[in-house]
């Protein structure tokens, strides 16, 4: 997680009208395996979904009355634009955090991603193909083997064991019999429940279904996980463990997912890159650095405002230019250490430390700039994300 260099550019649908896939990701599906890390996964551009009358829905977006609030939308045309001219990648290996509060749109913005609901207008692809123009046999291929869902309520079948309701994602994918079992045993050790094989949903406690369900989601080894407020049910303690979950699960396998949630501790523990949704636009994409350190707004700022900067923020944007000697002396950090931990290291020397990317120092952080970062001062020039 944040794994993602501090410069990764952010995008909002503002200022990045386009999307077109580069060539090579326009191969068959099937060739997406091979991908490069970084490339598109999903590839959205200019989405809407307005629900209402047909008629009436279909002639939003673009028109006068898309940028009407909510409330006087209804009034004027009886429909609610819920995602409006959104358009994102999802990088592959990424985990895309979803945020916003609730009826922001997040849930039809992901549902819209398999055509689970079906978008008004804009385009979306799935490693270059054209997801609006699959039929339904391809659409089905695509739910169940290229980016499975993991709901907030897994739907757990209740008769069946542990290890049978694992299988029985594996069965839906034609697996047979024998491999069924022993598949599913893996499944259910990666998820931390051996041992439990034999109960039923009834007999765990709610953060082991949740795994059981994200096992199942697993089973199918899609491309994309896409997860809606998977863990919003629970209690601080296991949600936190189950964030842990989900993290050393990415970590280990690289595996592409797409992350909703309303809550921003959640999304910067979990984010390479989050989206921030209000009224169904994206009002601002980026790294969680970016978005705390760099807000695109006023809404943004207040979301954010009362986020530990010291703990998300990293030496990048307390940095200023070494001046003589100074790249020569002092302990060295990584250009991803958070200014916690740099207070820490600078605390100890005395004196400034470097920051140092494959041997190169980009600069160094000192007791000023790192309190500037604390304060929530503005950053100086020659320091931070807005240099
Ligand atoms: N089936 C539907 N019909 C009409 N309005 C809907 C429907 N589903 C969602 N909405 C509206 O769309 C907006 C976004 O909802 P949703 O995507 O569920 O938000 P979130 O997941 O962020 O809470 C809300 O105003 C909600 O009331
Ligand atoms: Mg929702």
Redesign the pocket.
Known sequence: MNTTPATTPGRTSATHPGTTPAPSLTAPAGASAGAPAGSPVFSVDGLWKV?GPDKAAAKVPGSADADLP?ADLRERTGC?A?VRDVSFDVRKGEVFVVM?L????????VRCLTRLIEPTSGSLTIDGEDVLAMDATRLRALRRHRAAMVFQHFGLLPHRTVLDNVAYGLEIQGVGRGDRRTKAAELVAKVGLDGLEDRRPGQLSGGQQQRVGLARALAADPEVLLFDEPFSALDPLIRREMQEEVARLHHEEGRTMVFITHDLAEALRLGDRIALMRDGRIVQLGTPEEIVGSPADDYVRDFVRDVPREQVLTVRTAMRPAVAGEAEQGPALGPATTVVEAIQAVARSGGPARVVDHGRCLGVVDDAGLLAVVAGLPATPGRGVAA
């Open positions: 629900f909510a609610t819920a916003g609730s009826g922001s749109g997040k849930s039809t913005l």
